[in-house]
């Protein structure tokens, strides 16, 4: 999935993978191959790939010639991309099965990768990240359908994911060159790729669902609409963001420290927040997004971000992990939900990056952090009122 950037219930059954038909031939997945273990490998390299190649693209298209507003509009492009292949292949997979989309989204990513050591001006950079931002949108709602089906659980999922994160952060700070941090994200990708063989479709329920649901859009409008919202004040910050970092004082070492802290806090907190009301978790997440966007404006001193990084790693736990929970529980069409959900997310991956590049161009990152706790604010009102789901199975 398209990343927060700095940017998961209660049982976690360990099931062995059936036997499964393939043409003539019976394939028998590994003893130890459980779905719990393959889903959790698949998650933590996928991210780690993502986050290997993300932390410090805004600085590597600076270096291509891009002002604040490209950095920005770069950003956009992966966003567009990533919410029309979320989108349609969630939709696709409740439909056809989820295997097939699963690998064809891996692979796409993993190739996706070397494309940006094509990049020379800022135009190609933004090409070779929309292709980065389709394949992810492939593969990314169609997996936690697949996984919610399986596990009947989220968050220990995504946590994994934040895990990942937290790799390719730390591998980020050790490699030297943009070019090694690109190549090492296309193979950790493509390891991804090969372990999905290792899993196999139980059931293909083959449900019928409208080109444009807006059935589901409608009951949980309130839900989309203030994920929307805060991650489009979230975008336009983390648009900017090690540029910000850079700007008071930060290193590139610091950079990644502050993205460690977020992550290993979102580690431990997504595991912990899907035990209790998802809509209370919500709400929670929203408002405390709000607060760490203005202290991010106050802050004059780059190891000041550390602490709010900690409370942000709760916040976004509470937020996402709430969310898609609420989500799952209330309705059977998992894939085309969780799509619902990413292309809310990529929605504002496009609009939050302009408001990014475009208020700091013309004011100052200060400016922007109090416009995106402005939005995160107005995403905490529209979410009042919000009740417990009622689980409805297949």
Same mark, same amino acid.
């Given at each position: 999935?398209? !990343?927060?950037?700095?940017?998961?219930?209660?049982?976690?059954?360990?099931?062995?993978?059936?036997?499964?038909?393939?043409?003539? !031939?019976?394939?028998?997945?590994?003893?130890?191959?459980?779905?719990?273990?393959?889903?959790?490998?698949?998650?933590?390299?996928?991210?780690?790939?993502?986050?290997?190649?993300?932390?410090?693209?805004?600085?590597?298209?600076?270096?291509?010639?891009?002002?604040?507003?490209?950095?920005?509009?770069?950003?956009?492009?992966?966003?567009?991309?990533?919410?029309?292949?979320?989108?349609?292949?969630?939709?696709?997979?409740?439909?056809?099965?989820?295997?097939?989309?699963?690998?064809?989204?891996?692979?796409?990513?993993?190739?996706?990768?070397?494309?940006?050591?094509?990049?020379?001006?800022?135009?190609?950079?933004?090409?070779?990240?929309?292709?980065?931002?389709?394949?992810?949108?492939?593969?990314?709602?169609?997996?936690?359908?697949?996984?919610?089906?399986?596990?009947?659980?989220?968050?220990?999922?995504?946590?994994?994911?934040?895990?990942?994160?937290?790799?390719?952060?730390?591998?980020?700070?050790? #490699?030297?060159?943009?070019?090694?941090?690109?190549?090492?994200?296309?193979?950790?990708?493509?390891?991804?790729?090969?372990?999905?063989?290792?899993?196999?479709?139980?059931?293909?329920?083959?449900?019928?669902?409208?080109?444009?649901?807006?059935?589901?859009?409608?009951?949980?409008?309130?839900?989309?609409?203030?994920?929307?919202? !805060?991650?489009?004040?979230?975008?336009?910050?983390?648009?900017?963001?090690?540029?910000?970092?850079?700007?008071?004082?930060?290193?590139?070492?610091?950079?990644?420290?502050?993205?460690?802290?977020?992550?290993?806090?979102?580690?431990?907190?997504?595991?912990?927040?899907?035990?209790?009301?998802?809509?209370?978790?919500?709400?929670?997440?929203?408002?405390?997004?709000?607060?760490?966007?203005?202290?991010?404006? #106050?802050?004059?001193?780059?190891?000041? #971000?550390?602490?709010?990084?900690?409370?942000?790693?709760?916040?976004?736990?509470?937020?996402?992990?709430?969310?898609?929970?609420?989500?799952?529980?209330?309705?059977?069409?998992?894939?085309?939900?969780?799509?619902?959900?990413?292309?809310?997310?990529?929605?504002?991956?496009?609009?939050?990056?302009?408001?990014?590049?475009?208020?700091?161009?013309?004011?100052?990152?200060?400016?922007?952090?109090?416009?995106?706790?402005?939005?995160?604010?107005?995403?905490?009102?529209?979410?009042?009122?919000?009740?417990?789901?009622?689980?409805?199975?297949?």
């Amino acid at each position: 999935m398209v !990343r927060q950037a700095h940017h998961e219930r209660e049982y976690f059954p360990s099931l062995t993978l059936p036997r499964y038909n393939v043409g003539m !031939r019976r394939f028998t997945p590994p003893a130890w191959a459980s779905i719990p273990l393959c889903l959790a490998a698949i998650n933590l390299l996928s991210n780690c790939a993502v986050e290997t190649s993300n932390v410090f693209i805004a600085l590597y298209a600076q270096e291509k010639g891009a002002t604040n507003f490209e950095v920005g509009l770069i950003a956009a492009a992966s966003g567009i991309a990533f919410l029309v292949s979320s989108l349609l292949f969630g939709r696709l997979s409740d439909i056809h099965g989820r295997m097939n989309y699963i690998r064809i989204g891996l692979g796409l990513t993993a190739v996706s990768y070397l494309t940006q050591l094509l990049a020379q001006t800022p135009m190609t950079l933004l090409a070779a990240r929309a292709f980065i931002g389709f394949g992810l949108g492939i593969n990314s709602s169609v997996i936690m359908a697949y996984t919610y089906e399986n596990q009947k659980q989220i968050g220990s999922f995504i946590s994994y994911g934040a895990l990942g994160w937290l790799i390719g952060a730390v591998t980020a700070l050790i #490699l030297k060159s943009y070019n090694e941090l690109f190549i090492v994200s296309a193979s950790t990708a493509f390891v991804a790729f090969l372990i999905s063989f290792l899993l196999v479709e139980k059931t293909i329920t083959h449900m019928k669902v409208a080109m444009f649901p807006v059935n589901l859009i409608k009951s949980d409008w309130k839900i989309y609409l203030a994920f929307f919202l !805060r991650q489009m004040g979230g975008n336009a910050i983390w648009a900017i963001w090690p540029l910000y970092q850079a700007g008071i004082g930060a290193t590139k070492l610091w950079i990644a420290l502050v993205e460690v802290t977020n992550m290993v806090g979102q580690i431990v907190f997504m595991r912990i927040v899907e035990r209790f009301n998802p809509a209370r978790m919500f709400q929670i997440g929203l408002l405390l997004s709000a607060g760490i966007f203005v202290a991010y404006g #106050l802050a004059n001193q780059y190891w000041q #971000l550390i602490p709010i990084q900690l409370v942000l790693a709760f916040a976004y736990s509470s937020m996402f992990v709430g969310a898609l929970s609420y989500l799952l529980r209330r309705h059977p069409e998992y894939g085309t939900t969780s799509g619902l959900m990413n292309s809310a997310n990529a929605l504002s991956g496009v609009f939050g990056p302009f408001i990014g590049g475009g208020v700091s161009q013309a004011w100052n990152y200060a400016t922007l952090m109090y416009v995106g706790a402005g939005i995160t604010l107005l995403s905490s009102l529209t979410a009042r009122g919000l009740k417990v789901p009622k689980t409805t199975e297949k």
